[in-house]
């Protein structure tokens, strides 16, 4: 496995009507790095956000779309998506409150 830092494990934060219902019950949804495990989402976010503690990570692996162009097919990038719920004394991802 690559070494990976803290502030490389997540990527960008997910932007949907699903996952902006979600942060009524203090569950965020990112991008993270196809490597990152649980734990290293935990730290990552802890260390990220201040005042934040984190509860669970659920974690899911998406594959990439299937691709053509013409004769030629592929696929896109596949991702990892990881939701964070965190506990009820933790203050909120600052990042989320503009949206």
């Known amino acids: 496995m690559a070494n990976i830092q803290y502030y490389d494990v997540i990527l960008k934060p997910v932007v949907t009507e699903k ?11 990112f991008f993270v790095h196809p490597e ?8 990552a976010v802890e260390k ?14 998406i594959k990439g779309k299937r691709k053509r162009r ?8 596949a991702t990892k998506k990881a939701i964070v719920q ?7 991802i600052e990042i989320f409150s503009g949206i």
């Open 19 to 29: 996952s902006m219902n979600a942060m009524a019950d203090k569950k965020y949804v």
């Open 36 to 43: 990152a495990n649980k734990t290293m989402i935990k730290e």
């Open 48 to 61: 990220m956000f201040e005042g934040v503690k984190v509860q669970k990570v659920n974690t899911m692996n």
């Open 70 to 77: 013409g004769m030629a097919v592929g696929r896109t990038a």
């Open 86 to 92: 965190l506990t009820e004394d933790s203050a909120d």
